[in-house]
């Protein structure tokens, strides 16, 4: 986001607060809410909850709305602070540090699984049972504590998204080809694709890739759509206690799922720059039209021209995955932010009253709508709201589709080891070995797994 539509969004938020009543005009007045990313001067027995900043302020404004009325609700007084993306994990990490953080803190990129490790969470089964979730969503809650010496919920899970693959259907048309004739089978589906760039290639066409799969040690992208192709191949990296697993299956089927990838490349299946993409490369090609088919953790592709492009828009289709390469449905990965409870907090009874009141199916939607489907719902009903199951966009019908289906959770969610792990680019490396340095994909999955072992021993070494 520019630091013209930050200025812009706070702005539009002031507005907002101010005219709801929740905002102070003047430094003497103690506000209801807190304006974004101001302590202010809050109360102190106000509960402090530091969040992140919505992508569009309507976002904001919702989760305002719902802390007005909890506030009504509880005769408690709630201290609500906003703060971007970017800004909130440093402000996260120097509040633990320094011993003095919120009662409550929502982030998009913290380090939830690190915290509850460490013993700094408080336990939200209260707030967990109190709502059905998606199978992915509850086992993302499910964390371990060492100073506990086991695991319970230790995060609220809020919303989700999840990877889908995307495709131009004016693209396939062109050289005669209908998605819907696609096998669903795992080897079958990506020679569809193949086939499909052959065709480009038979008529000349040298620039028109048949997918655009990340590689490269910058991409976030890199990691999850790895973790995707893991799944297809049996991958179970992490089993119900989120430690690592490292049987000689799991092994193979390293092996096999960073084989398949870096043959995209070898094969000139894939851009040879693919190796080096970041996060919006992907969808820069796709866009751009150079390649068929391409792995995106969210709808920003169909987003990117929905308004200014809307014949563009209807081209584009979103679809899960194909069954795996070992056989059955593939699971949706789906990746989870959570709000978390600081052990520290004085007011932890209050902090699961707040969580337990903003995660009631309608206010969850309420924030959800304020979102635009930036993200999705983790309570199972909500699947089901017309604003998702009903929508008249494809591509969010699409993931919902996904979302009913099986669903697991994003490993990073689960331990602070894996976590750490991607942190290093496991996965570009050691795909990067295959690609461009001429390792076996067997070499290159013993020397990954030595990687994400070793970040579980420091964690076990405390």
Not at 163 to 189: C, E, K, N
Request: proline residues 5%.
């Amino acid at each position: 986001m520019t630091r013209k539509h930050q200025r812009a969004s706070s702005l539009g938020r002031r507005d907002f607060l101010r005219a709801a009543g929740l905002l102070a005009a003047g430094a003497s007045t103690v506000p209801l809410l807190s304006s974004c990313g101001s302590s202010g001067a809050a109360s102190s027995d106000a509960l402090v909850v530091w969040w992140n900043q919505g992508f569009y302020p309507a976002e904001d404004e919702a989760v305002v709305e719902v802390g007005r009325a909890w506030e009504q609700q509880s005769g408690s007084k709630l201290d609500l602070q906003f703060y971007g993306t970017q800004d909130i994990p440093q402000k996260e990490q120097s509040a633990v540090a320094a011993g003095n953080t919120p009662d409550i803190l929502f982030a998009e990129k913290g380090l939830t699984p690190k915290h509850a490790w460490e013993g700094l969470l408080a336990d939200v089964t209260p707030v967990i049972e109190s709502v059905n979730l998606t199978e992915g969503a509850l086992r993302s809650a499910r964390l371990y504590n060492n100073e506990a010496g086991a695991a319970s919920y230790y995060s609220a899970p809020l919303w989700q998204f999840t990877v889908s693959l995307f495709h131009w259907r004016s693209m396939l048309t062109d050289v005669g080809i209908d998605h819907a004739q696609a096998p669903r089978d795992w080897a079958g589906y990506w020679q569809f694709w193949k086939d499909a760039q052959d065709a480009y290639r038979g008529r000349g066409n040298n620039d028109v890739f048949a997918v655009g799969w990340p590689m490269g040690t910058a991409a976030g992208d890199t990691n999850y759509d790895t973790q995707q192709a893991l799944l297809s191949y049996g991958v179970e990296l992490l089993d119900d206690q989120n430690n690592l697993r490292t049987t000689d299956d799991v092994r193979r089927g390293v092996a096999d799922a960073l084989g398949w990838i870096a043959d995209l490349h070898k094969q000139g299946y894939t851009p040879g720059d693919s190796v080096n993409w970041q996060d919006s490369s992907n969808n820069t090609y796709f866009l751009n039209r150079s390649v068929l088919c391409t792995p995106n953790g969210s709808l920003s592709m169909p987003g990117a021209v929905k308004e200014d492009n809307p014949e563009q828009w209807q081209d584009i289709v979103t679809t899960g995955f194909p069954e795996r390469a070992v056989g059955g449905a593939m699971p949706s990965i789906t990746l989870v932010h959570e709000a978390m409870v600081f052990e520290a907090s004085e007011k932890k009874d209050m902090a699961l009253d707040f969580l337990t009141f903003a995660m009631r199916p309608e206010n969850m939607v309420t924030i959800l709508k304020g979102g635009q489907a930036r993200w999705f719902p983790v309570h199972t009903e909500l699947l089901e709201d017309p604003f998702f199951a009903q929508s008249d966009d494809p591509n969010i019908q699409a993931v919902v589709e996904q979302l009913r289906g099986p669903t697991v959770p994003s490993w990073p969610n689960l331990s602070p080891a894996y976590a750490q792990a991607e942190n290093l680019q496991v996965w570009g490396n050691a795909l990067g070995r295959i690609a461009l340095q001429g390792e076996s994909p067997e070499a290159a999955a013993d020397w990954a797994l030595e990687q994400i072992q070793e970040q579980f021993e420091d964690y076990d070494r405390g």
